[in-house]
Nanobody, 124 residues
Framework: QVQLVESGGGSVQSGGSLRLSCAASGYTTNCMGWFRQAPGKEREGVASIADNGSTKYSDSVKGRFTISQDNTKNTLYLQMDSLTPEDTAMYYC????????????????????RGQGTQVTVSS
C-alpha cells in the first residue's frame, strides 16, 4: 500500500505561485505525478516523474509548472508559477507502477494510488 497526503493548496491571484507537496509512505513506486479536476470537467494529468528522473507535462502547464521529488523526504512537489484562473481545480497526487514509457502525465489519473486532494483557486 501507498499513502499520499497533499498540502500547499490555497487561493492566489492570477500571476502568482504556489508549491504543492505530497508526502508519500508505504512501498516505493516508479511513477508519480499530479492531476487536477475542476468542477464539471474531466480529470487532467498535469505532470509526471519517473524514478529515473524523466518528467512529462501537459501542454497547458508546460513552462509554468515544475514537478520534482525529494527521495530523502519521500516527498513529491509541484511548483506552479504564472497561475491563471484556468488552473483553478482540486489537485491530486498519484503514484503507481508503470512501464517507463507509460509514465507520462496523461496516465497519472490512472495510477493505482492517490491522495485526498488539495484545492487551488486562482482569482483574476
Amino acid at each position: 500500500q501507498v499513502q499520499l497526503v497533499e498540502s500547499g493548496g490555497g487561493s492566489v491571484q492570477s500571476g502568482g505561485s504556489l508549491r504543492l507537496s505530497c508526502a508519500a509512505s508505504g512501498y516505493t513506486t516508479n511513477c508519480m505525478g499530479w492531476f487536477r479536476q475542476a468542477p464539471g470537467k474531466e480529470r487532467e494529468g498535469v505532470a509526471s516523474i519517473a524514478d529515473n528522473g524523466s518528467t512529462k507535462y501537459s501542454d497547458s502547464v508546460k513552462g509554468r509548472f515544475t514537478i520534482s521529488q525529494d527521495n530523502t523526504k519521500n516527498t513529491l512537489y509541484l511548483q506552479m508559477d504564472s497561475l491563471t484562473p484556468e488552473d483553478t481545480a482540486m489537485y491530486y497526487c498519484a503514484a503507481g507502477q508503470m512501464p517507463y514509457a507509460s509514465c507520462t502525465e496523461s496516465w497519472v489519473p490512472s495510477l493505482a494510488y492517490r491522495g485526498q486532494g488539495t484545492q487551488v483557486t486562482v482569482s483574476s
